[in-house]
């Protein structure tokens, strides 16, 4: 199994900022992912982390909008740039481990 | 892309009765999960189940590989089974990556 920590748990935020998403998972993993999921929807995966190469992107979702880091297997951190009331989600952190998918408890974000 | 369609969409039950609740996919698929949400917003691993047929306690699943639908079974269901279902999947061809597809979810509310 799978322990997973986000934080923030919420933010509210002004438009044209930023905010960065921590993620912590008890054990070592080689991927991470990031999902969304928009108010009242269901997730989306955003982007894919592995340790010591850049993340890999879904389609709609862009570096320079979401900027992940990787530093090492424990830990991963998304960033929401110039943020706009669009991006208002929740974001959910989220591991694999033997056949099963793990989510961390999510930052849910408002953006005004 | 592969689609995946749940239904119903919404269901409100009262407490100690039954339902089932499916998952079509558009595709084969090597991994299939179902998810619970609850109404704070964690999501639960239910069942990895890419075919065949598992039990946990009141809940059980069974996928239909071959004629690509999943069923998620709930007896006797409890104020506490509140919240939405989620079915997800794996894009064809890949092998259990962790970058799944969600359904849109079931919306359950078990009445006391």
């Known amino acids: 199994s799978a322990v997973i920590s986000q934080k923030p748990s919420r933010d509210i935020c002004q438009r044209g900022t930023s905010l960065t998403i921590q993620c912590q998972v008890d054990?070592?993993?080689?991927?991470m992912f990031w999902y969304r999921q928009q108010p009242g929807q269901s997730l989306t995966l955003i982007a894919t982390?592995?340790?010591?190469?850049?993340?890999?992107?879904e389609s709609g979702f862009v570096i320079d909008k979401f900027p992940i880091s990787r530093p090492n297997l424990t830990f991963s951190t998304l960033t929401v740039s110039n943020m706009s009331p669009e991006d208002s989600s929740i974001y959910l952190c989220?591991?694999?481990?033997?056949?099963?998918?793990?989510f961390g408890p999510g930052t849910r974000l408002t953006v005004l | 892309g592969i689609q995946v369609e749940q239904s119903p969409p919404d269901l409100i039950l009262q407490e100690g009765a039954n339902s089932t609740l499916r998952c079509n996919f558009s595709?084969?698929?090597?991994?299939l999960q179902w998810f619970h949400q609850n109404p704070w917003g964690q999501l639960i691993n239910l069942f990895y189940?890419?075919?065949g047929t598992k039990q946990n306690g009141r809940l059980s699943a069974t996928t239909v590989a071959t004629e690509r639908y999943s069923l998620l079974y709930i007896s006797s269901s409890q104020t506490t089974d509140s919240g939405v279902y989620f079915c997800?999947?794996?894009?064809?061809?890949?092998?259990?990556?962790?970058?799944?597809?969600f359904g849109q979810g079931t919306t359950l509310q078990v009445k006391p």
């Open positions: 595709d084969s698929v090597n991994n």
């Open positions: 189940i890419p075919s």
């Open positions: 989220s591991v694999a481990v033997a056949d099963t998918q793990y």
């Open positions: 997800a999947v794996e894009r064809p061809g890949s092998s259990n990556t962790g970058k799944l597809i």
């Open positions: 054990s070592q993993v080689t991927m």
């Open positions: 982390a592995n340790q010591g190469s850049e993340a890999t992107y």
